[in-house]
């Protein structure tokens, strides 16, 4: 069965610092990988996935993931963070296998400060 | 273009109390509809799924049922609210090319 890991409950970074938000999946077959933004009651918006090719995916206002196929991760990064970020970040994972269930881990909070 | 329609936004309903949320989804035909809920402070738990009419599979025993009528519509129901069912609902669509859509989510307080 699928799962997936968010292994930070909330990361607190200090505005154009760099970040880095850890997602760890677990799947039996190939996957399919998301991550999602949630903005304080609102539903979630798409910043990137990873279907196939490149391991490196560009997202949505500035975001970028690598899938890392021997370590079953998919970490979020952000070269330079803004007060506007600070959301729920959540990691998700999807295979055929599975009807297409969409399994979210936890959440990460990111909490920017000026 | 594809839009999903989820109602009520909040909902305050007592102990014991029936539910129906609704999701309708636009734009598209024979979706795969999804029920999530999120608990305060936590992560987002599937409840049901729906690749077609009137097939509904579900993730977790609780006290929710869903329902689906028609291609494009998607409904939570319980028959007796309880306290441990408040939290944030939220119904989504799989799209072509494993685009997954959210509707904005309704707030449930069970009081």
């Known amino acids: 069965a699928q799962s997936v890991t968010q292994l930070d409950s909330q990361v607190p970074v200090f505005e154009e610092a760099p970040v880095e938000l850890r997602c760890n999946y677990s799947?039996?077959?190939?996957?399919?990988l998301f991550w999602y933004v949630q903005y304080p009651n609102q539903g979630l918006q798409l910043l990137l996935k990873y279907l196939s090719g490149s391991t490196l995916v560009k997202g949505i206002n500035g975001f970028e993931a690598e899938f890392n196929k021997s370590q079953t991760s998919f970490h979020l990064r952000k070269p330079s963070v803004h007060i506007s970020d600070t959301a729920e970040y959540f990691c998700a994972v999807s295979d055929m296998d599975s009807s297409y269930k969409l399994i979210f881990g936890s959440g990460t909070r990111l909490l920017v400060r000026p | 273009s594809q839009t999903i329609h989820q109602w009520p936004a909040t909902l305050v309903q007592p102990v014991g109390s029936p539910l129906s949320l609704e999701c309708t989804v636009e734009g598209t035909s024979n979706p795969n509809l999804y029920w999530y809920r999120q608990a305060a402070g936590r992560g987002l738990q599937l409840l049901f799924y729906s690749v077609g009419i009137g097939q509904i599979s579900s993730e977790v025993p609780q006290n929710l049922s869903a329902s689906r009528p028609q291609d494009r519509q998607f409904i939570l129901s319980s028959k007796k609210l309880l306290l441990s069912d408040s939290g944030f609902y939220l119904c989504?669509?799989?799209?072509?090319?494993?685009?997954?859509?959210f509707g904005s989510g309704t707030r449930l307080t069970v009081v």
């Open positions: 799947s039996s077959v190939s996957v399919y």
């Open positions: 989504a669509w799989k799209g072509s090319f494993y685009g997954y859509t």
